[in-house]
């Protein structure tokens, strides 16, 4: 699958799951934006990041962009802080790639955890990394304790808002 043809198709998704595009100030990046509210007592804000990261993969790219994408989504949530449900912020920076580098794949899949946490809710950083040539996702693989319920459904969204199939 070709760059453009993936970046159409996980577009594509998230419209049909009630994502809206909104403006980023992040450079080479679309954003998109859901409030959801699983039940009466939750809701989560997500941010979908999607950026081409061409050449060779870093660590340190990965771990610059997902930051920035995380600072962002903070900086222009919308659920205010008065609310009776518990909240949650997931942000998701999506990183498209033509490969992996071995040190760039275990960065994303083992070594970077980013952990979050506010009085009033919970943030989540959940970089992710598509492999235009395997057509494989990339991400944490390992759930902390103090994550385990919100970790099973990050991990389905990935799969839901990214994978291919």
Known sequence: MLLNEYVDFVRGKLSKVGFHQIETSLPRTMLYHQIV???SKMQNEVFCFITALRGNLTPE???QYSQQAFEFAKQHK???????RATAIIAY???????????ALNFVTKQYRPSHWHWWGS??????VMELSTQKL???KSTPIWGATYYVMIRKQVAQYFGIK
């Not at 919308?78 to 009776?84: D, L, M, P």
């Not at 920076?93 to 040190?103: K, S």
């Not at 943030?123 to 992710?128: A, I, K, T």
């Open 37 to 39: 509210r699983p039940n």
């Open 61 to 63: 790219a990965i771990e």
């Open 78 to 84: 919308k659920i205010s802080r008065i609310s009776t």
């Open 93 to 103: 920076p999506l990183i498209i790639t033509d490969t992996i580098p071995p040190d």
């Open 123 to 128: 943030y989540y950083e959940f970089p992710v």
């Open 138 to 140: 990339h991400f944490r």
